[in-house]
């Protein structure tokens, strides 16, 4: 498992060098990867099937609880292979997509690793390793959404969806940790035996908080819905496969893997079912009032992650049944239709469904594809669509709250989106051909491949449900909600629920027909949708660069005394806090008994010097004094036992104060730049910083240090390194490489030197010219 | 002895940090030159302080004699003494530099590397 992750992420890398080798059948060398992932995942339906699951451990940083543990069990196997599968489909339709464009080995770059990512993200068994794939998820989501980059409306959409999805995953990160620090474990598969300690935590709410902020985000859920339809400003393969078959759902599978480990209280459920029923009926409304084919997808994409948080809140047998099947149908009609739209902007030049009509003459294969995916988007049998919207109408007449309520809200929902399977999938082919950008002609077989398959399947899975109830569906919703799946099948007899569903697609087509009228009075609700999050959101974000500025004015204000007032303010006040805490103030002594006259004398000059360089009020004066300061220092290095430092200090306090002179004779008398009151301020902060330093000496000479590292350069400085200077010896033997160091710095500095001196060498020949 | 350094240490360290703080870009090379000296003699007097025992290698034995001054701390002063050495000498031609080229000597003036918008 690790391996193919890599290979993935090694596939992502090599991509652009692939294209560039045979740019007409990279498409195809890259379908590989996921197609071999998905057939090595197929490998897996046996134990799943039987009920197992399976975890693969890769021990990675065992010691922080990080291990690169991977979890195949019905939940994550359903999602890999929708990703898998999807993506493969999704990398050659790009090929044809996208041919010929410029940026087309960066995209292909960026795709696989998205899928790579995706994948970790639903196999992942530890709850670190899940946050760095989900995060790596908006990173590439990020990318491919601002691909065109060049129009600004994609960089805001790019740097939307970052901003949103990613506060949330920090969210989620923090409420992670919580769940893993209540838990006593990492692992996902082990947090599930801990169920019932977490739902009874002190710290549950905010844990669901917070990790509900993260799937809530990612998943569109109101009100963060908003980045969504912006973010159909990616190519369309993009929106296919992120925006819609696989990444939004990150959202959706977290809380799923999480329903084990949290599922318990009442407020899970009702916060779920809540958020996902607002956003349901808000996106399916939201839909009818668009005209852009993606914008009218992206719609009933944040209804339909409404729908399956909706029945994950619900809970229980038939609701979780619908909510996988559901997920599963919905990747593969709306991943169809998405691609369907991709081929008509591709072909047509415009994807406004107010001008398109008549394409079946000219666009024969989209049209079944297209046709495919409404039915099953209709719920209309025998599709796989019909069964699991059957289900989704099963459950709501069966809950023992409101079940009439949830039922309308279901069916109203579900008339909604009909309305939107015929606008997006039957309308633009029937009727009449009105002119567009482009003339169609007919889609190549990169692009109506994959539409047809997803159809196909769609078909196929809705006439042998049998295929995936019992490989995926059933050990799915025993992952998550620990019983036996409801039963799926095409026809459950002349029932309520049928009656529903005949309600459903008669009420759907008469919204269509009344589109006109719908989306006038849409309309004045997409007003009030502008002053709803997406409007908070701008906010925000203004906000927060206005306090960026102002702080940054604050603090960068390019006056170098404000930053060293930083650093000492920092350094006194965590001083002396410590000194004024720990109480050592009453370990110092001093003693001033054993001082040498000609050690006072020296320092007494060393001190008067010192202040003789900050009064003087010329240069020369400044310069002399801290030369007496500098030799006062190797004075006193040889009075106590170091005379190689003396020796050093003597040379370069010398060639230091040369080249002080040699340079600032030329300056100008010192200018003062401060009034009297700063001074008296500045003098007070720095005998204040001086009188704390002097302590802390005072403190810190009261436990010499023992220095074993001292002792073995004595003992052995003879005996391993022959020399007798220990000094020398640590310098060019013990310590060479810091030595080899300290001339790179010094050959560095002459560098420096020598270029500045040369730049001012040159300017003067340019003003002489 | 060692408090009368910590005094000298003390008494050099404010200085510096007045002069760092007078927004003269002469005084400000000087107040890191005295900072520079404050710092070196804290590590040397956290060493030790004894008058004249050398860390030299008595020949005949191979060990030290006695007691001697503890060679780490001189061993690190001496390369930051160096080390100081060529960033006071880049520091003190980069100054004149400036002075030459715009004629300004007060860091405030010198802000257009932070200013922003």
């Not at chain 1, 596939?11 to 379908?31: D, E, N, Q």
């Not at chain 1, 109101?222 to 696989?246: D, G, Q, R």
């Not at chain 1, 406004?352 to 989209?366: E, N, V």
Request: proline content about 4%.
């Amino acid at each position: 498992m690790l391996t193919l992750i890599l290979t993935g992420f090694l596939a992502a890398i090599a991509a652009p060098f692939i294209h560039k080798l045979t740019p007409r059948f990279s498409g195809v060398i890259l379908c590989l990867y996921p197609i071999l992932f998905f057939a090595w995942l197929l490998g897996f339906i046996p134990n799943v099937s039987a009920g197992e699951s399976v975890l693969l451990e890769n021990q990675w940083f065992p010691a922080m609880g990080v291990n690169l543990n991977f979890l195949v069990d019905g939940l994550s196997l359903t999602f890999a292979l929708i990703i898998s599968g999807i993506g493969a489909i999704i990398v050659f339709y790009a090929s044809g997509y996208l041919k010929g464009h410029r940026k087309l080995p960066r995209f292909y770059g960026y795709l696989l690793f998205f899928m790579t990512s995706m994948l970790g993200v639903v196999l992942s068994d530890n709850i670190f390793t899940l946050f760095i794939f989900w995060e790596m998820t908006s990173i590439s989501s990020y990318l491919l959404i601002g691909f065109n980059h060049e129009t600004e409306k994609s960089r805001y959409a790019a740097l939307q969806a970052l901003l949103v999805t990613g506060g949330g995953g920090l969210a989620m990160l923090a409420g992670l940790l919580l769940l893993s620090h209540i838990g006593g474990t990492t692992s996902l598969s082990e947090l599930m035996n801990q169920s019932a300690l977490i739902g009874s935590h002190g710290l549950y709410l905010p844990v669901m908080i917070m990790i509900l902020l993260g799937a809530f985000t990612k998943s569109a859920q109101w009100p963060f819905h908003f980045w969504l339809p912006n973010a159909m400003e990616a190519p369309t393969p993009v929106s296919a496969y992120l925006h819609s078959a696989t990444m939004v759902k990150a959202g959706v599978f977290l809380i799923a893997r999480l329903t084990p480990v949290m599922g318990g209280p009442e407020i899970w459920h009702n916060t779920l079912a809540l958020f996902g029923g607002i956003t349901m009926v808000m996106g399916a409304a939201m839909a009818i009032g668009q005209h852009d084919l993606k914008r009218i997808l992206a719609y009933t994409t944040v209804s339909a992650l409404g729908i399956m948080v909706f029945l994950l809140g619900l809970g229980g047998k038939y609701a979780v049944t619908a909510a996988i099947t559901f997920l599963l149908v919905h990747s593969l009609y709306k991943g169809g239709l998405f691609l369907v739209a991709g081929a008509i902007d591709h072909e047509t030049g415009t994807r406004d469904i107010r001008i398109l009509g008549g394409l079946r003459k000219f666009l024969p294969m989209i049209t079944i594809g297209a046709l495919l995916a409404a039915l099953s988007y209709a719920g209309i049998p025998p599709l796989l669509g019909f069964i699991a919207k059957e289900l989704i109408y099963e459950t709501s007449i069966q809950l023992p709250l409101n079940p009439a309520f949830l039922t309308i809200v279901a069916v109203t929902t579900n008339m909604l989106l009909v309305a939107t399977a015929i606008m997006v999938g039957v309308r633009p082919f029937f009727g009449k051909h009105k002119e567009t950008p482009k003339h169609p002609h007919p889609a190549p077989v990169t692009l109506w491949i994959g539409p047809v398959l997803l159809g196909l399947l769609g078909v196929v899975f809705g006439l042998y449900p049998g295929l995936v109830s019992d490989g995926l569906i059933a050990p799915g919703v025993m992952a998550v909600a620990q019983t036996t799946s409801a039963k799926l099948t095409l026809w459950h007899g002349f029932n309520f629920v049928l009656l529903l569903s005949l309600i459903t697609l008669v009420g759907g087509i008469l919204i269509f027909l009344l589109t006109g009228f719908v989306r006038s009075h849409i309309s004045t609700f997409n007003k009030i949708a502008a002053v709803g999050p997406e409007a908070w959101y701008q906010l925000l974000l203004k906000g927060l660069i206005r306090f960026a500025t102002l702080q940054t004015r604050f603090f960068q204000n390019g006056r170098l005394r404000s930053y060293f007032f930083y650093i000492l303010a920092v350094f006194l006040g965590l001083t002396i806090y410590t000194i004024l805490r720990t109480k050592v103030f009453d370990m110092i002594a001093m003693d001033l008994t054993d001082v040498y006259f000609y050690e006072l004398l020296i320092v007494i000059i060393m001190l008067a010097s010192a202040y003789l360089s900050v009064i003087s009020k010329s240069v020369l004066g400044a310069v002399a004094a801290l030369g007496m300061v500098g030799f006062g220092v190797a004075l006193l290095f040889a009075f106590y036992s170091a005379p190689d430092l003396a020796l050093t200090q003597f040379s370069i306090e010398t060639l230091t104060v040369i080249l002080l002179v040699l340079v600032v004779y030329r300056f100008p008398k010192l200018e003062n730049y401060l009034s009297t009151r700063l001074r008296v301020k500045d003098a007070i902060v720095s005998v204040l910083a001086g009188a704390t330093l002097t302590i802390v000496t005072l403190i810190v000479l009261q436990s010499p240090p023992e220095s074993k590292i001292s002792d073995y350069f004595l003992e052995n400085s003879y005996a391993l390194a022959h020399g007798r200077n220990v000094v020398n010896v640590i310098l060019v033997d013990f310590r060479a490489l810091d030595t080899m160091g300290e001339i790179t710095v010094l050959a560095l500095a002459v560098m420096g030197v020598y270029v500045l001196l040369k730049f001012r060498a040159r300017k003067k020949e340019e003003n002489n010219q | 002895m060692e408090s009368l350094l910590a005094i000298l240490i003390g008494g050099l360290f404010a200085c510096a940090i007045y002069m760092i703080l007078k927004r003269h870009i002469i005084k400000l090379i000087i107040g890191l030159s005295l900072l520079a000296h404050a710092c070196n003699l804290l590590i040397f007097v956290i060493g030790s302080t004894l008058r004249g025992k050398a860390p030299l290698i008595d020949e005949v034995t191979g060990q030290a004699p006695g007691v001697v001054a503890d060679p780490l701390p001189q061993a690190l002063i001496l390369t930051a003494i160096v080390i100081g050495f060529g960033v006071t000498a880049f520091t003190i031609v980069l100054i004149q530099q400036v002075n030459q080229t715009i004629g300004i000597q007060d860091t405030d003036q010198l802000d257009s590397c932070d200013k922003f918008d």
